[in-house]
Nanobody, 114 residues
Framework: VQLQASGGGLVQAGGSLTLSCVAS????????VGWYRQAPGKQRELVAQ???????GVVDSVKGRFTISRTTAENTVHLTINSLKPEDTAVYYC?????????WGKGTQVTVSS
């Protein structure tokens, strides 16, 4: 499955941003789609994921600010980030677990200025 992430940019602290990840296959056929981020010098980390059945999960460190959702008709998974902080600065990637394999899209840069 191919993934295309978009929506990143330069935002002031306190602002909001919605990232989108378009999949080349039906969202219903993909076990999970996750949003990950990788800050400079750090490992890539999962921040949120959604299952084919629509069950969502957000890691505790960003809970309350990050929301994952989907538009099934467009095979798109969104990540809405509110109350952005400088420490949210990272490259954000979407990853899909499809038939036992993980596919990655190219990342989208999010930069939060203080």
């Amino acid at each position: 499955v191919q993934l295309q992430a978009s929506g990143g940019g330069l935002v002031q602290a306190g602002g909001s941003l919605t990232l989108s990840c378009v999949a080349s296959k039906s969202i219903f056929s993909i076990n999970t789609v996750g949003w990950y981020r990788q800050a400079p010098g750090k490992q890539r980390e999962l921040v949120a994921q959604i299952s084919s059945g629509g069950t969502t999960g957000v890691v505790d460190s960003v809970k309350g600010r990050f929301t994952i959702s989907r538009t099934t008709a467009e095979n798109t998974v969104h990540l809405t980030i509110n109350s952005l902080k400088p420490e949210d600065t990272a490259v954000y990637y979407c990853g899909a677990n499809y038939r036992g394999s993980v596919s990655w899209g190219k990342g989208t840069q999010v930069t939060v200025s203080s």
